[in-house]
């Protein structure tokens, strides 16, 4: 259980900061994902982007079970 936690850990991590390269191919900006400014920090939350990557990690992992 413990090496599953880590590894989503890592993972998020991981996208965390490949965001600025997948903005340049779309994610992070469809509709369903909230950005705002506040105080003069940018803060993203890509739910929309999470659900569609979480489905093509479905549809892969179904693929190659």
Same mark, same amino acid.
């Given at each position: 259980?413990?090496?599953k936690v880590l590894l989503?850990?890592?993972v998020v991590i991981l996208l *965390? *900061?490949?965001l600025p390269? @997948?903005?340049k191919l779309?994610?992070?900006r469809l509709p369903g994902d909230l950005r705002f400014r506040l105080f003069g920090? *940018?803060?993203s939350f890509p739910f929309? *982007?999470?659900i569609l990557i979480s489905l093509f990690v479905?549809? @892969?992992a179904r693929i190659f079970k």
């Open positions: 259980m413990l090496i989503i850990f890592l *965390s *900061s490949l390269w @997948l903005e779309g994610i992070g920090k *940018s803060f929309a *982007s999470t479905l549809l @892969l």
